[in-house]
């Protein structure tokens, strides 16, 4: 039996509305995947200059028929499928070995704070004393300080290595959590559930890490994804500044510092392709955050 | 007299909040493993210049010591600090850290006041246009433009702007700078160069000078407007959903009686997210301005930075914040004055 035109209808409709998740997954799936093998899957080595002087990228025209024969293997040398940049470096290989920084920094930098900011919210939501509130205004300070200023300042002086940019991120960003799983727990304690545990003989503390903290982490994993969109534009800020990690390293943000000078002289390569890199990628997340919003927001 | 006890008691919560930030970037900057006397005097330097600068810098002494010499607790002895209104000099240029602030900052301001004046002109109808028909073409449209550009790289699209716009269409000014590189600047009347030309009777100054904050200011615009439109549609659906609305519609009001109605009320929690991310851009844009060489607060700050200028850090971090607090004071009472249940209610 063919199907209805209602079910028909009702598949497309549900597909076109899940459209931004499934593109926000794939992109935050392909981001991983290349953080992980990128390095070994790019055809050139990015650290290492490869031609004399910058290549543009192979023309529209000639798209097809090197792709053709490069999947046939009949060419010498790896097609420059972005071009080279003015110290010859392969643009392709760098921008798909960039993730295994750029995002791997975001992944821990969120990952840290996420799970020291919940703690922490939860420790100064449940308990209510002179300490607790110190604990809330830091984050408050911490909140107040221009973000980008401070994080500069904290991998610069403590030495731009992708350990330190992960800890200043980390660090930027727990308040952004301890917040949000303050306000729930505050809501929390007041519950009848937690009454019930108490009544049960469990101690303050099992009630509040068994109990309470698994209903109070919604908003944070809702968050969790704009944090890490957050945190990749951050690094690629700093770097592009020249306060965030070292060149050579393959970077997004270094990459597209190194060809802003050249890219008033019509060599628009450099820096386009690692900038789509990063628009892309932050959108992917952003799609997912937004979607997990609409669901358990 | 209410609103006076109000103002005062947000005063005193502004004045606490900067005491604790001047702290936290003092003692947090002294305690990182950089050494400011080394990038100073060089590599080359002897053991007594390194000795005799870091004493000069007073560097060598108690945290506590150089906190209250900062402070400018012992005016006769050091010289003035903190409290007579001196900010220190840069180790950098040497020259007054306030002085060389009051000679960046007006760009900035400039940069940034233009910026969120071309976002919210573009973005508040767009986000209101948006809202009256929920899940419409236009809606979809629009919240799919604020997701976009809130995942933007600025400093990318910044360079973007200036390969299409200087280098393929002729149309933008190089970016060297926010005047031609041979202008003479307008002499200084308000610090402000857009208004100084004009007062000195140079409008064609000023024009160029506009000319050349015209990409920098569509780049910033692009982005801001993100979530000022995300702001925007939903407080004004949360408002439609109102019974005053509903009331109205009974009524037979029009749709564009209604529109204005809705954004009378929902425009205190968007003047709110709108002056928290201008504030949050006095230091957020640093990427813009390196990109377009505009000379700007945070170019400074990223000079400082780099060189481990403490002084300077210090003041710009100062200067950032109590402009971003005091921005967050006056949009709040410009919400008590807008809503009166906020005041009454305290």
Same mark, same amino acid.
């Given at each position: 039996?063919?199907?209805?035109?209602t079910?028909v209808?009702?598949?497309?409709?549900?597909?076109?509305?899940?459209?931004?998740?499934?593109l926000?997954?794939?992109i935050?799936?392909?981001?991983?995947?290349?953080?992980?093998?990128?390095?070994?899957?790019?055809?050139?080595?990015?650290?290492?200059?490869?031609?004399?002087?910058?290549e543009?990228?192979p023309?529209?025209?000639? @798209?097809?028929?090197?792709?053709?024969?490069?999947?046939?293997?009949?060419?010498?040398?790896?097609?420059?499928?972005?071009?080279?940049?003015?110290?010859g470096?392969?643009?392709?290989?760098?921008?798909?070995?960039?993730?295994?920084?750029?995002?791997?920094?975001? @992944?821990a930098?969120?990952?840290l704070?996420?799970?020291?900011?919940?703690?922490?919210?939860?420790?100064?939501g449940?308990?209510?004393?002179?300490?607790?509130?110190?604990?809330?205004?830091?984050?408050?300070v911490?909140?107040?300080?221009?973000?980008?200023?401070l994080?500069?300042?904290?991998?610069?002086l403590?030495?731009?290595?992708?350990?330190?940019?992960?800890?200043?991120?980390?660090?930027?960003?727990?308040?952004?959590?301890?917040?949000?799983?303050?306000?729930?727990?505050?809501?929390?304690?007041?519950?009848?559930?937690?009454?019930?545990?108490?009544?049960?003989?469990?101690?303050?503390?099992?009630?509040?890490?068994?109990?309470?903290?698994?209903?109070?982490?919604?908003?944070?994993?809702?968050?969790? *994804?704009?944090?890490?969109?957050?945190?990749?534009l951050?690094?690629?800020?700093?770097?592009?500044?020249?306060?965030?990690?070292?060149?050579?390293?393959?970077?997004?943000?270094?990459?597209i510092?190194?060809?802003?000078?050249?890219?008033?002289?019509?060599?628009?390569? *450099?820096?386009?392709?690692?900038?789509?890199?990063?628009?892309?990628?932050?959108?992917?997340?952003?799609?997912?955050?937004?979607?997990?919003?609409?669901?358990?927001? | 007299?209410?609103?006076?006890?109000?103002?005062?008691?947000?005063?005193?919560?502004?004045?606490v909040?900067?005491?604790?930030?001047?702290?936290?970037?003092?003692?947090?900057?002294?305690?990182?493993?950089?050494?400011?006397?080394?990038?100073l005097?060089?590599?080359?330097?002897?053991?007594?210049?390194?000795?005799?600068?870091k004493?000069?810098?007073?560097?060598?002494?108690?945290?506590l010591?150089?906190?209250?010499?900062?402070?400018?607790?012992?005016?006769?002895?050091?010289?003035?600090?903190?409290?007579q209104?001196? @900010?220190?000099?840069?180790?950098?240029?040497?020259?007054?850290?306030?002085?060389?602030?009051?000679?960046?900052?007006?760009?900035?301001?400039?940069?940034?006041?233009?910026?969120?004046?071309?976002?919210?002109?573009?973005?508040?109808?767009?986000?209101?246009?948006?809202?009256?028909?929920?899940?419409?073409?236009l809606?979809?449209?629009?919240?799919?433009?604020?997701?976009?550009?809130?995942?933007?790289p600025?400093?990318?699209?910044?360079?973007?702007?200036?390969?299409?716009?200087?280098?393929?269409?002729?149309?933008?000014?190089?970016?060297?700078?926010?005047?031609?590189?041979?202008?003479v600047?307008?002499?200084?009347?308000?610090?402000?160069?857009?208004?100084?030309a @004009?007062?000195?009777?140079?409008?064609?100054?000023?024009?160029?000078?506009?000319?050349?904050?015209?990409l920098?200011?569509?780049?910033?615009?692009?982005?801001?407007?993100?979530?000022i439109?995300?702001?925007?549609?939903?407080?004004?659906?949360?408002?439609?959903?109102?019974?005053?609305?509903?009331?109205?519609?009974?009524?037979?009001?029009?749709?564009?009686?209604?529109?204005?109605?809705?954004?009378?009320?929902?425009?205190?929690?968007?003047?709110?997210?709108?002056?928290?991310?201008?504030?949050?851009?006095?230091?957020?844009a640093?990427l813009?301005?390196?990109?377009?060489?505009?000379?700007?607060?945070?170019?400074?700050?990223?000079?400082?930075?780099?060189?481990?200028?403490? *002084?300077?850090?210090q003041?710009?971090?100062?200067?950032?914040?109590?402009?971003?607090?005091?921005?967050?004071?006056?949009?709040?009472?410009?919400?008590?004055?807008?809503?009166?249940r906020?005041?009454?209610?305290?």
């Amino acid at each position: 039996m063919p199907p209805s035109a209602t079910s028909v209808s009702r598949i497309i409709h549900r597909a076109w509305r899940g459209t931004p998740l499934g593109l926000g997954i794939v992109i935050m799936c392909s981001s991983l995947g290349l953080a992980v093998f990128g390095p070994v899957i790019a055809p050139y080595d990015p650290q290492i200059p490869v031609s004399a002087a910058a290549e543009p990228p192979p023309r529209l025209r000639d @798209l097809a028929p090197l792709i053709l024969k490069s999947l046939q293997g009949r060419l010498a040398n790896p097609v420059h499928w972005f071009g080279t940049d003015d110290s010859g470096l392969d643009i392709f290989s760098r921008v798909i070995a960039a993730p295994r920084v750029d995002v791997l920094i975001a @992944l821990a930098a969120t990952g840290l704070s996420l799970g020291a900011g919940t703690l922490l919210g939860l420790i100064a939501g449940y308990y209510s004393n002179w300490m607790t509130e110190a604990l809330t205004r830091a984050s408050d300070v911490i909140q107040s300080f221009p973000l980008f200023i401070l994080a500069m300042v904290l991998v610069a002086l403590t030495g731009r290595n992708v350990g330190n940019i992960i800890v200043t991120l980390a660090v930027l960003f727990i308040p952004v959590y301890l917040r949000l799983t303050r306000a729930q727990v505050l809501s929390e304690r007041t519950r009848n559930y937690v009454e019930a545990a108490r009544a049960t003989g469990n101690r303050e503390l099992v009630i509040a890490l068994r109990h309470v903290l698994p209903n109070s982490l919604a908003p944070s994993l809702i968050q969790a *994804p704009i944090t890490i969109g957050a945190a990749i534009l951050q690094t690629a800020g700093i770097s592009f500044v020249g306060a965030g990690v070292r060149p050579p390293t393959p970077e997004w943000g270094i990459m597209i510092a190194s060809s802003a000078n050249s890219i008033i002289l019509g060599e628009w390569w *450099p820096s386009v392709f690692p900038g789509l890199a990063i628009s892309l990628t932050v959108l992917g997340y952003a799609l997912v955050g937004n979607a997990l919003e609409n669901r358990y927001g | 007299m209410q609103l006076f006890v109000y103002i005062l008691r947000r005063l005193l919560t502004v004045a606490v909040q900067v005491a604790s930030i001047l702290l936290a970037i003092f003692f947090l900057i002294r305690m990182l493993p950089a050494d400011p006397v080394a990038r100073l005097v060089g590599s080359f330097a002897t053991p007594e210049i390194y000795a005799h600068t870091k004493a000069a810098l007073h560097l060598d002494k108690p945290l506590l010591t150089q906190l209250a010499i900062y402070l400018g607790l012992f005016p006769r002895a050091v010289g003035p600090g903190l409290l007579q209104g001196d @900010l220190g000099r840069s180790w950098v240029t040497s020259s007054p850290v306030s002085q060389e602030i009051w000679q960046f900052l007006p760009i900035t301001l400039e940069l940034i006041t233009l910026s969120f004046v071309v976002a919210c002109v573009l973005a508040i109808p767009m986000g209101i246009l948006a809202a009256l028909k929920p899940n419409g073409l236009l809606d979809r449209g629009v919240f799919s433009f604020s997701l976009f550009a809130g995942a933007q790289p600025d400093f990318w699209w910044g360079l973007i702007f200036i390969y299409f716009f200087y280098f393929v269409w002729r149309l933008a000014p190089a970016p060297l700078g926010h005047l031609a590189p041979l202008t003479v600047a307008p002499p200084v009347v308000t610090g402000f160069p857009l208004l100084d030309a @004009l007062l000195t009777g140079r409008p064609d100054v000023s024009l160029e000078a506009l000319h050349h904050l015209m990409l920098p200011v569509v780049t910033m615009a692009f982005i801001v407007s993100g979530p000022i439109v995300k702001m925007v549609r939903q407080n004004v659906i949360r408002a439609l959903q109102s019974n005053y609305i509903l009331y109205a519609r009974a009524c037979g009001l029009s749709q564009f009686h209604i529109a204005a109605y809705t954004f009378r009320n929902a425009f205190a929690p968007t003047l709110t997210i709108i002056a928290v991310l201008y504030g949050y851009m006095w230091g957020g844009a640093v990427l813009v301005e390196q990109v377009f060489s505009l000379g700007g607060l945070g170019q400074y700050a990223l000079r400082s930075i780099l060189a481990f200028d403490y *002084p300077a850090i210090q003041g710009v971090v100062l200067t950032i914040t109590i402009g971003s607090l005091l921005i967050y004071l006056a949009m709040d009472i410009l919400h008590s004055v807008a809503d009166p249940r906020i005041v009454n209610s305290r």
